[in-house]
């Protein structure tokens, strides 16, 4: 049949023949709908069967959730437009009444705390956080019986390290669903379902992206807690991009070799910022000196890519101020990237927080979040200090 320009402008150029040319990375798939020679086929696709509509299932997710699936050593995993969508999904497949409970994290990342309120306070659920590295917490979750129990494997910002498995065996004693937020030591630094949890939750934003340039979630899991997921996730709508997934996936190849090289520089920032002067307090979970020093031996693969410290006698403005003496290291309100992104906890992760809910979590305005990139860690150290040296009181 021939076909006049205004069809093949539509129609020519969108298959490609003769090519038996597998390539080593992915192809993009940027296709939101599918078609098929057989009708079969097409009824099949709309059943799961195959790539139908992108709303439903996409190549490019399909290949990003079965390669984190297999970090984080579970079934299944489904991936979300961001880490807040992934966790905002959980608490929905969690079937809260009203009355129900909800223990979270009192000094976790101050949006999904926000996020968990608002849920909370639609829905006529109580809302409980606590310290999840306080040695009362798992018997406050056996008297509250919540529905759900969320923790940090390392805290945002003050970098806690709660023991996963008191808290898992916590829930699971009065029937709550235990969630894990990993995105602080990726699956690299922590498969956090070996230590208890029924969901893994990451920000595939950070370290598993690792180059800032994609948003992401994923939820890690048994077959059976992903599957309705999948179905919620077809009628939120709230799936991961192509483009996003591909560049998740390429990230994500070199996650081992990056977290490795991430946390033994954290480690050396962090032993050389504890000799200075002009710091109140260095937080590292691979220090002796750290609160949570044995359990982040046990549960964390080295001391994580995240070091934090509370500069002598500073405010927030003199705390801006730092941000901008930086020469080297970025002040950027995110983590996981290869360049080292500083911040300023209780105006940016924290922000989220009302002033009692940060003084709560000991969030004071002098403390600073390190994201330790690949930088020689010299050089960090040197950018970190000559920062600090331009505000500190002397
Ligand atoms: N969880 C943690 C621990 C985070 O730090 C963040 C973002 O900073 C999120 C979840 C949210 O992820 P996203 O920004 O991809 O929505």
Known sequence: ?????????????????????????????????????????????????????????????????????????????????????????????????????????????????????NLC???????????????????????????MVLSESITNPLLRVPDLRALAKASHDVGAAFVVDATFPSPVGQRALDFGADYAVQSTSKWLNGHSDALGGT??????????LRSARILAGDVLGPFEAWLTLRGLRTLPVRMKAHAEHAAHVARR??????????????????????????????????VAFEVKGIGRPESMRFLEHLRICKPGPSLGDVCTLVMHAASASARRMTAEERA???????????????????????????????????
């Open 1 to 117: 049949m021939s076909k006049k320009q205004k069809t093949v402008a539509v129609h020519a150029g969108s298959r490609l023949t003769g090519s038996k040319a597998v390539p080593v990375s992915p192809a993009i798939y940027p296709a939101a709908v599918n078609w098929f020679d057989s009708s079969d086929d097409l009824d099949g696709a709309l059943d799961g069967k195959d790539y139908a509509y992108a709303r439903i299932s996409a190549p490019n997710t399909t290949l990003l959730e079965e390669a984190v699936a297999a970090l984080e050593g579970a079934d299944a995993c489904v991936a979300y437009a961001s880490g807040m969508a992934a966790l905002r999904s959980v608490f929905e497949a969690q079937g809260f009444r009203p009355g129900d409970r909800l223990v979270m994290p009192a000094d976790g990342y101050g949006v999904t705390r926000l996020l968990y309120k």
């Open 121 to 147: 306070a639609a829905l006529g659920v109580e809302l409980h956080a606590l310290l999840m590295t306080d040695a009362r917490t798992p018997e406050r979750i056996r008297e509250l019986k919540p529905r």
């Open 360 to 394: 709560a979590a000991g969030i004071q305005e002098n403390l600073i979040r390190v994201s330790v990139g690949l930088e020689d860690p010299d050089d960090i150290v040197e950018d970190l200090l000559g920062a600090v040296a331009q505000v500190v009181r002397r």
């Open 273 to 306: 910022l504890s000799d200075s002067p002009l710091l109140e307090r260095v937080i590292y979970p691979g220090l002796p000196s750290h609160p949570d020093h044995a359990v982040a031996k046990e549960l964390l693969n080295g001391g994580g890519p995240m």
């Open 219 to 228: 939820v890690s899991a048994s077959a059976a807690r992903i599957a309705p």
